[in-house]
């Protein structure tokens, strides 16, 4: 996720929504940054992670690959 961001960050594109976000939740705070949001907002915005993983089924790796 990290690297993903960073590399929307490196071409100056926020193809994740974040802009919108801001816009929809603070919208005074966000006409500040809206000329320059790709080039300054969000290259400059930091991100927190928050990451919740559920294993849904248990695989088994035991079996291998069969030759025939």
């Not at 996720?1 to 919108?20: H, I, L, P, R, Y």
Request: aromatic content about 14%.
């Amino acid at each position: 996720m990290k690297k993903a961001v960073a590399v929307t960050k490196k071409f100056e594109t926020d193809s994740f929504g974040f802009g919108n976000l801001i816009y929809k939740f603070h919208p005074k705070q966000f006409k500040e940054l809206e000329e320059n949001w790709n080039e300054e907002g969000f290259k400059d915005l930091e991100i927190s992670y928050d990451v919740d993983i559920r294993l849904e089924f248990k695989g088994s790796t035991e079996s291998g690959i069969k030759e025939n």
